[in-house]
């Protein structure tokens, strides 16, 4: 079975018992919770998608390990055009949901380790390529959703990690067994992790000398025992759980970004999902492979469907109240849709001048310099797309009533006078799009595009990394005659 149904998907999340905690209490069940299940549904979309004959060449592709039809995101890229189809399904996953499609970062993950395990195998004589093309290929038969995970609380940023106050603020290996290892530790702001199959772990950073316990990176499943997922809570989480009819909601189905601190509290993991133990030199190119792919997709492919969205709620929201001439909401909308087609050519250009790295493994990756730079172009842009939104839904867009008061006898009339603004749309329709708008100017996507793949200032240390000024002072030196 290479692809699931979406009900096959249910099925296999109903028979897992993740331990899961939000907002103080245990959460018994991710599918009956309102707010967890909205994780499941974003994921369960991507099944019902791989199905629909519509979008086939969308989601979907064939495996090199399997030769079967297989989920889009279970799949390493193995070319340039792959490289462009994983962002066009980045675009196409985003503009359908309004929310993240929690199986990108597994997917980021999986190019990075494909790169790294073959290289270690090529340079250290280790086995680790086979055993993680087992496991990616238990992972297409299985059609499972892979969640990832990389960041860490870790401890006082001017202490070294061996002068931490707890040595597990960055997740460490405590016992290697001749089965396994068993890992303690932390991971935050992970995105969908308990409503998965799977869970894949990267370090967060590189390690040198005496930091080898921290050096790992391993596959599990999200509810093996001793882990824990301590839930975000906020004001959206609130609505939801006490919404009569989700319609209510800016993203009635899918949703806000929904994520987790993952505890690891004396977690085994067998050597056959151990991907990376001790080797020092690969903690940082993990992190780094996985960081070119993730900017892609962060920078130029799903911000790029976000602000689909974004742009179709403020062009409705004009027309329902007869703006349709008004020059400066012209003129902001068309500022939206070149930020977007910036950040969809950067996208697009970090995959058609991505390589195969290393040469020889048959992973392909985006361009490392404009994988980092769609990142940065989204950290600003997606705020600037943002702060237009607001300014074209007004003030409604945070003193909006509550559509309840549609159904209320005594203010009902009242609301559909005066926020119908006379226009045939009517007030529940024009409400509704405000509530689109609220959605994203007022909820969380904000700053998760500015810290999702990396924060402005590890993007900038990555490209003063790659960035070289030769052939530019030579072009000039050239130009001008200037022998050295």
């Known amino acids: 079975m290479a692809l699931k149904t979406a009900e096959e998907f249910i099925e296999s999340i109903k028979k897992m018992k993740p331990r899961v905690f939000m907002n103080g209490k245990k959460i018994e069940n991710i599918l009956d919770n309102p707010v967890t299940r909205t994780v499941v549904e974003a994921n369960k979309a991507s099944y019902e998608w791989a199905l629909d004959p519509r979008y086939q060449d969308i989601m979907t592709t064939i495996s090199p390990l399997t030769n079967e039809r297989i989920n889009r995101y279970t799949h390493v890229s193995q070319s340039i055009e792959d490289l462009v189809d994983k962002a066009n399904a980045g675009t196409f996953t985003a503009e359908n949901l309004g929310t993240c499609i929690y199986r990108c970062v597994g997917l980021d993950t999986f190019h990075s380790l494909w790169a790294n395990t073959w290289e270690m195998d090529q340079k250290l004589g280790t086995s680790y390529f086979p055993r993680f093309q087992e496991y990616l290929k238990y992972v297409q038969e299985n059609d499972l959703s892979v969640a990832g995970a990389l960041t860490e609380p870790r401890g006082l940023r001017d202490e070294e990690l061996k002068d931490w106050s707890d040595p597990y603020l960055s997740l460490k290996i405590v016992e290697k067994k001749s089965d396994g290892i068993v890992v303690n530790g932390c991971k935050i702001n992970i995105s969908g992790a308990y409503a998965g199959n799977e869970i894949v772990i990267l370090p967060q950073m590189a390690h040198y000398a005496g930091e080898e316990d921290y050096a790992v990176a391993f596959a599990i499943p999200a509810d093996t025992e001793g882990i824990t997922y301590i839930c975000q809570y906020t ?10 009819d989700i319609s209510e909601l800016g993203n009635p189905v899918f949703g806000q970004r929904e994520t987790s601190m993952v505890v690891f509290d004396n977690v085994f993991v067998p050597w056959e999902r151990v991907f990376h133990c001790g080797e020092l030199k690969y903690s940082g190119k993990l992190v780094e492979r996985f960081a070119r792919t993730h900017r892609m997709t962060c920078g130029g492919t799903c911000k790029v469907g976000f602000m689909n969205i ?7 929201l004009q027309e329902y109240k007869g703006m349709e001439k008004a020059t400066h909401i012209n003129d902001e909308i068309l500022e939206m849709v070149v930020l977007r087609e910036t950040a969809r050519a950067c996208g697009l250009t970090s995959a058609t001048l991505g390589c195969e790295d290393p040469v020889g493994s048959g992973a392909f990756l985006p361009n490392e310099i404009m994988g980092n730079v769609s990142k940065l172009n989204v950290c600003h842009a997606f705020w600037r797309v943002l702060e237009l939104a607001g300014d074209i839904g007004g003030g409604l867009t945070v003193t909006l009533p509550s559509m309840k008061e549609l159904k209320n006898p005594e203010t009902k009339d009242y609301v559909e006078k005066y926020l119908g603004f006379g226009s045939p749309a009517g007030a529940e329709n024009i409400m509704k799009v405000t509530k689109v708008i609220q959605n994203w100017t007022s909820g969380l996507h ?6 999702g793949a990396g924060p402005v200032m590890t993007q900038k240390i990555m490209l003063n990394k790659l960035v070289g000024y030769d052939k530019e002072m030579k072009l000039v030196k050239k130009a001008l005659n200037i022998k050295d």
Do not use: F, M, N
């Open 446 to 451: 904000g700053v998760g595009t500015y810290h």
């Open 310 to 316: 974004i742009i179709g709620a403020c062009k409705l």
């Open 235 to 244: 004001p959206e989480s609130a609505e939801r759980e006490q919404a009569d």
